[in-house]
């Protein structure tokens, strides 16, 4: 009887890097038993996967210093050679740590990389950490090496297999999320703790992860202050003690609109999941760079979240968002300034007041955006070994 297990690994958890989750709660429907190697949460939380998916986590590998990091880099490893010695079915790996890790324990294991991230050789990289800098570069040069290669976009597909000099295409699995029958029953009881009770019934207008000058959060606030909708809220996760976090708190508290904005800092996954459950538009803005190619080649995990949780997507125009403005269920700035993204506000707004854009959007989760349907590269790629071992 073959073993039905399949390790996965990443350096980020996956509270920070959801397609984890879904990629296990996909096999885990397909028979497997499913243990996820990771390092903590920093912002821990219980989240409810089901059964025979184990969750085991290293150690707090933020805001310690390079010795410790390395210490428990080493204690990844060691467990992860410890759970291969059960034979596991399968690898995948999601990061370039976990990569070269992968490749390291695998011995006959088959690997698979589904790269979540990318990056460019540029020398700014390398003074910000030249550790992760060599490992990108080992990352390439040892590319080939695994039993199959995916990325989220075909952007990045094609991008990967130039830079990498493979002799074959990554398979696009775009990041999505997990489609559940089972709805989270607590989700109205947690989103109303975490919301005033002003906020309720109104049009809620949500973004939640990293705030930033890419991600335009400043200019959200900008255009939300612009449309001056008062059936509209707005609400934002992510806020940080640093210096951009502080200027948006401080325009806020400035703005007209300040009854009907609220600012969080990180939360947990469980009530992410609550204020998505219960808004009504998700946002990602993110700003592209001329000469910055990650910026060129986006695959965000919020938009897949955003559209399983039914919410309507407010965007900058690219080529990525460009199908779902196409078949009616996002609305696109014309660019990043906030007179632009106001318009697209407007016509959210305005979008959402008409119920049957929730179809739209359960029929393209249901028929292709969810992780049920991007993953059949790898369900494919199992039932081989399957046929394989016989």
């Not at 000099?165 to 089972?182: C, E, G, M, R, V």
């Not at 600012?263 to 803005?285: C, D």
């Not at 949780?309 to 900058?316: A, D, E, Q, R």
């Amino acid at each position: 009887m073959n073993n039905r297990k399949i390790l996965l690994l990443t350096l980020v958890h996956p509270d920070f890097l959801p397609p984890v989750y879904a990629v296990a709660q996909v096999l885990r429907d397909l028979g497997h038993t499913i243990h996820i190697l990771t390092f903590d949460s920093f912002v821990p939380a219980e989240l409810d996967l089901g059964s025979n998916i184990v969750l085991e986590s290293i150690g707090p590998h933020y805001k310690v210093n390079t010795l410790q990091r390395i210490k428990l880099r080493n204690k990844f490893l060691k467990r992860a050679k410890e759970i291969t010695s059960e034979n596991p079915q399968l690898i995948i790996s999601f990061c370039p740590f976990s990569f070269n890790s992968g490749l390291i324990i695998k011995n006959q294991i088959p690997l698979v990389y589904i790269a979540l991230e990318i990056a460019d050789f540029v020398w700014p990289d390398f003074l910000k950490s030249p550790f992760s800098f060599y490992r990108n570069l080992r990352t390439f040069q040892k590319m080939h090496k695994a039993d199959l290669v995916a990325t989220p976009s075909l952007q990045r597909s094609a991008w990967l297999a130039g830079r990498c000099k493979l002799d074959f295409l990554p398979y696009t699995i775009l990041n999505t999320a997990y489609l559940s029958d089972h709805k989270n029953e607590n989700s109205l009881e947690i989103f109303r703790e975490l919301i005033p009770a002003e906020f309720w019934n109104k049009k809620i207008i949500l973004y939640t992860g990293a705030v930033n000058y890419q991600q335009c959060t400043m200019e959200l606030v900008e255009a939300f202050e612009i449309a001056d909708d008062e059936n509209s809220v707005l609400i934002i996760t992510g806020i940080k003690d640093n210096e951009y976090s502080l200027q948006i708190v401080e325009k806020v508290e400035k703005s007209k609109c300040r009854d009907r904005i609220k600012l969080f800092p990180y939360v947990t996954r469980k009530q992410m999941l609550a204020l998505q459950t219960n808004a009504s538009i998700g946002v990602y803005l993110s700003k592209e760079y001329y000469n910055r190619i990650q910026s060129k080649m986006i695959a965000p995990n919020k938009v897949g979240e955003y559209m399983e949780k039914g919410l309507f997507l407010l965007g900058v125009n690219n080529e990525y968002l460009k199908y779902f403005e196409m078949i009616g269920i996002a609305a696109l700035s014309a660019s990043a300034k906030p007179a632009d993204i106001a318009i697209g506000l407007k016509n959210a707004l305005k979008a959402v007041e008409n119920k049957e854009y929730k179809d739209k959007i359960k029929t393209f989760v249901t028929d292709y955006f969810c992780m049920q349907k991007q993953l059949t590269h790898i369900i494919n790629f199992i039932n081989n070994l399957d046929e394989n071992s016989k």
